[in-house]
């Protein structure tokens, strides 16, 4: 019952250090998710894969890239850090991303950057 | 743009119903949805309901959706500590591509 699981769940970070956040999923959704969460803010979304080999910007894609490595993995890429870029990060998978179907939620990473 | 709104805390007593609230506005809602996040933890799907529903219950839950008011809300019956967290509703709308716009969350607090 592993779901949406990522890697690593904690990190702290120097200004200018790069970093990966791993997501995998084994579900089989076609649809993948990277959303930062600050608080009073909800969710923004960063970027999202809708099925494998694509993918998209959404809300706040600056600084991030993002890498849909085959259907279960979807990776988040901080080239440079910075402290604004200092929150807790979820990845999530949906069957499509067409909005009639839930997202599944892994427990996020909280990541730190100094 | 499309903007989703709660307010930002609910304080209950334990046993009492909670009522948390959610409005939007943009008419072309399709799937509108509840989620849970406990500390430290990440968000757990509750419930959800298609625009064209009034209301869904299940269990100690129930969904109301006013399409005029363009308002949502989620009854908690019989609230317990274990229902202390924040909720969040979310909702999908044709003119965002179907992506989930999301509230800011409301943190319910429970009174012993």
């Known amino acids: 019952n592993a779901g949406v699981t990522q890697t690593p769940k904690f990190q702290v970070l120097k200004t200018g250090q790069s970093m990966t956040l791993q997501c995998a999923q084994d579900m089989n959704h076609n649809s993948m998710y990277w959303y930062r969460q600050d608080p009073g803010m909800g969710l923004r979304l960063i970027y999202y894969s809708a099925s494998e080999g694509t993918t998209d910007k959404g809300e706040v894609p600056n600084g991030y890239n993002v890498s849909r490595l085959n259907k279960r993995e979807f990776s988040l890429r901080l080239e440079s850090a910075a402290p604004s870029q200092t929150s807790v990060y979820f990845c999530?998978?949906?069957?499509?991303?067409?909005?009639?179907?839930?997202?599944?939620f892994g427990d996020g990473t909280r990541l730190s950057i100094l | 743009g499309e903007d989703v709104e709660q307010s930002l805390f609910l304080s209950v007593r334990e046993g009492d119903s909670s009522v948390i609230n959610c409005t939007y506005t943009d008419s072309s809602s399709t799937y509108l949805y509840w989620y849970k996040q406990e500390p430290g933890a990440g968000l757990q799907l509750l419930t959800y309901i298609f625009s064209n529903m009034d209301m869904k219950q299940d269990q100690r839950l129930t969904v109301l959706l006013n399409k005029k008011d363009k308002h949502l809300s989620l009854r908690i019956a019989d609230t317990q500590t274990g229902d202390s967290a924040i909720y969040f509703c979310a909702e999908s709308f044709m003119d965002s591509n179907y992506q989930l716009i999301w509230g800011a969350g409301t943190k319910l607090i429970i009174k012993p």
């Open positions: 999530a998978s949906s069957e499509t991303d067409r909005g009639n179907q839930p997202q599944h």
